[in-house]
Structure formats: C-alpha cells, structure tokens
C-alpha cells in the first residue's frame, strides 16, 4: 500500500513538473534575455500590442552603467571673498593691523593716514593679501580632489552589447559581466526611421527563429540571432535534449505588432517591436515521438517584445535578433 502511494505521488510529482516546463516550452523560455545596447536597462516604451510594461532584461552581457559621478561642487567662498561687505570688512581689518603696525592702536590705520597716497597703498596691499589667500585656499581644494576626478574619468566610456562577436566564449551569462564596470556610461543614441522592409524583415525572423529553435537548427540561430541570443537558445535545446525532450513549434502566425522604439547608436542599429503572435507549442520525447502528456494541442497566443540588431548602414536583411522579454 505504501509503494503503490508513493508511486501515484511520483507520477502526479511528475505530471506536474512537465506541465509546468510545457508552460513555457517555446524558444525563450518565458524569460527576458539579451542586450538592447545602451537601453538594455530601461524599459521600452508601450504600444498597443503590448499596452503593459516589458518585463526587465533578467540576463545580458551588456555591463550596467554605473552611478553618474557628481559634478565637483565649486570651492566655498568665505571670510575676505564673500560680498560687498566682506571687502569692506577685511579693508577694515586690514586698515586696523596697519594702523596697529604703526603705533595708533587698532583702529588708528585709518585715522593715522597722512596721505591719499597712502591710503591708496593700504588698499592695494589689502586686495593682494586677500587674493593670495583665495588662490592658496583654491587651489588646495582642486588639489585635493583631483586624483578621484582623474580615476573616474579613466574608466569612463560607452557601453557595448556585450563584445561578444567573433566567437567569445558562451559562458558567464546571467552576472559574469554584467555591472562590473562601475563608471561606464550609455552610448549615445539618435532617431532611426523604420521602414516597411524592416517591418517585414521582422516578422519573418519571428517564423525563422522559432522554426530553427523546433529543428534544433544551430546553424541557423547563430545567423539570424546575435551570439548572446544564440547561446541562449542553444542552451535552452540542449537541456531539453538532456531530458529526452524536443520542443516542436508550428503553425507560427503574426497576429499584431508594432514598433515600440527604434534609434542608433555609434556601432549597431537597433529596433524593438512589440508582437503578439499565435503558434501550436508541444514537448515531444526524442525516444518515442510523443506528445509529452498535459501538453495543449491547442494554439496559444503569445506577446512578447523582440529587439533587434544590425550594422550602421546595413539593409534590412541584416538584422538579427538581440533580445527577447515578455510582455506584462
């Protein structure tokens, strides 16, 4: 009685865990990847196909800038330099120890004088004196403060999409690089007009991308995605392979989309759409060729909000996927 209890338990414990990884069997998994360039961490804008917010990019290569160093705040100006009447008062003061100077007590510089001349003199005197005092006390400030200045501004630059063409390595995604360089900042963006060619070039890698990931196409992933993107897909197959599994989809169709945001910066080209598409997506064990039990035969519909990538001045056959997040 007892193995027979802990047998249904296994297989309902097993029913379970396979409907819930049929949930989001389809390429991506249901999680948020990749690298959008300098907007990697900021969520794009909604639009009707995806009036929610995008859920934020869980894992990228891309580093996070880092906090925004304060401008240096301006030296305080105290004591002889501050106003009118801290002229006058040091001219006072001033006059007071000349006049101490020259035996008439503190207040006798003034009264003590014999001459214009004189008294133009003192003045001078007096303004050199509080110059020299400001610079010295200036300067020892800027001093003080210059070599973090020096610092930050040493490891100041833009921000890539993670450096990874030309085969790096696949590995240290999910935080090896991501926010390790503290002091890095966005790299400039301008406008990027979309045209209908680049409409359609997207929605035709919406049908590549999940038609290579359900033939286990690497090939073909790594042409029409960016490398993080295809090493992402590619580990998503292989762990499905190492539980016997394939993830077969078919029947993709765009049944809305929209541009969410689109610019340029110096290196890449970039574009997010927002999609809401329909496709039949089932686990199906490599061995046998069956439908994983609990899988839904029946299309369902998904939105998700892809990024796409392309050199400066590239057509619209060149972009590759360099993102996905899911819509809210």
Known sequence: MNFRKFAVFAALAAALSIGA??????PGGGSSFGSRGAKTYSAPPSTHTAPGAAAPIQRSVTPKAGPSTPAATQPSRSGFGRGLMGGLLGGLLGAGLFGMLFGHGLM???????????????????????????????????AGAAPGGAQGAAYRGPASNGGLAGGAPNSGFGGGFGGGFAGQTPAPTAPLQIVQSDYQAFERRLG??????????????????????????????????????VNKVTGVRLLQGDLAESWREPDADYATVAMRF???????????????????????????????????????????????????
């Open 21 to 26: 990884l049929d949930a989001y069997a389809r």
């Open 108 to 142: 006798g510089g003034l009264g003590g004088l014999t001459s214009f001349l004189g008294l133009l003199l003192q003045i001078g005197l007096i303004v050199l004196v509080v110059r020299f005092a400001m610079n010295w006390f200036r300067n020892r400030q800027v």
């Open 208 to 245: 590549e991308v999940q038609a290579a990931f359900s033939a286990e196409d690497v090939g073909t992933l790594r042409r029409i995605c960016t490398p993080e993107v295809a090493a992402n897909l590619e580990q998503e197959i292989a762990d499905n392979a190492a539980r016997g599994l």
């Open 278 to 328: 329909s496709l039949n997506d089932v686990l199906v064990e490599k061995a046998t060729g069956r439908t994983v039990p609990g899988a839904s035969t029946i299309p369902e519909e998904v939105t998700e909000l892809w990024t796409f990538r392309r050199s400066p001045g590239a057509d619209s056959s060149a972009w590759t996927l360099s993102a996905m997040q899911q819509a809210a």
